[in-house]
């Protein structure tokens, strides 16, 4: 079969040049041209958000109208495609996609894709009080909730408005709803929540939670604060050993998991830590991403995208969305540039969904 659907490429700056199209394959699962097989989809679903975290975006972010989304109806067909492409994972990410309307039955639908055998979501939990059971029952399996101190008024500072109570209402909410194990997702940042990390990783103790310190990545406009700001995994790490004890290594962990994990002597949950600054995990990386725009990102920290919005608004078929969508991923690329001060500038993290 010939693959043409570069063609359908509108001309923008900041789009891939997807012209180095796969030496054979194009049937199978896709891969990428270091020989990575790429299975896990990260869509954004809103780049618009409840909160205005200071290490996600600027306090005065403008989101996108609604027609520059992709329609359930688009998400879903390259979902699909996705799947055809050997697709086993998507995580529902944002923004906030908690605040999509309609995001119980997307949820459903997207379950029911064949070969899709895990659907997840990462979200602020502000809002899962009540949609916890309904995301449950419509075929979410995990959650990840982002939290990132335990004080409230630390977390008021860090989201620029938050309730915490309502964080642990949605947790709760969350386990009562079986979705289980629960990750809670730790950005450590300077001048922030440094300090909470060991009340932060002392819940692991008592809870069967995953916590996950995470290093904070320079994007966007607000890049400069975040480069100021960067925790190294090693400094989080050494500070939860001083108060809390040896983390032991937890064997048998999925290669692909960025979060190395670790355990507490007699704790039911785990500690992990996510360091894409100090010790990038390229060689495992399986996943691409789905902008709420309609951008294929190959990489999180690379500006360079896929347009699939403009070709299946302009007729695409699912052949030529799945052939276009294969190019990209053969193009995914290996490492990012931020030792050589080449800091993606294009979005800020809410933009993409981490
Ligand atoms: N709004 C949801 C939430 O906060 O969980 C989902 C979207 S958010 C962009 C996804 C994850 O990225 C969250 O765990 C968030 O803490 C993390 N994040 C945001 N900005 C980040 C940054 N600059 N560096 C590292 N992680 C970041
Ligand atoms: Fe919103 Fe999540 Fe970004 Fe915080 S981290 S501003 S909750 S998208």
Known sequence: ???????????????WPVDAPPPTAVTGPAVDSYGRA???????LTDACNL??????????RFQPRSALLTDEEILTIA???AELGTTKIRLTGGEPTIRPGLVELVRALARIPGIRELAMTTNGLLLAELAEPLAQAGLKRLNVSIDTLDPEKFRRITRWGDLCRVWDGIAAAEAAGLNPLKLNVVVVRGFNED?????ARLSIERPWHIRFIELMPLGSVAEFQQGAVV????????????????????????RDPAR??????????????DTITDPFCAGCNRYRLTADGKLRLCLLRDREVDLLTPLRNGCTFEELKAL?????????WGHGLPEGDVPRARVMSQIGG
């Open 1 to 15: 079969m010939a693959v043409r659907v570069p063609l359908l490429l509108p001309d923008e700056t900041l789009l």
């Open 38 to 44: 790429i299975n896990y989809l990260r869509i954004s």
């Open 52 to 61: 205005r975290c200071v290490y996600c975006m600027p306090e005065d972010m």
């Open 80 to 82: 699909r495609a996705a």
């Open 196 to 200: 909470e990390v060991v009340p932060l």
């Open 232 to 255: 190294p995994s090693h400094e989080t790490r050494a500070r939860i050993e001083a108060e809390l004890g040896p983390l032991m290594p937890v064997p048998g962990h999925d290669l």
């Open 261 to 274: 994990p670790y355990r507490l002597a007699g704790a039911r949950g785990q500690i992990g830590f996510i």
């Open 325 to 333: 969508m294969r190019l990209a991923i053969w193009n995914k690329p």
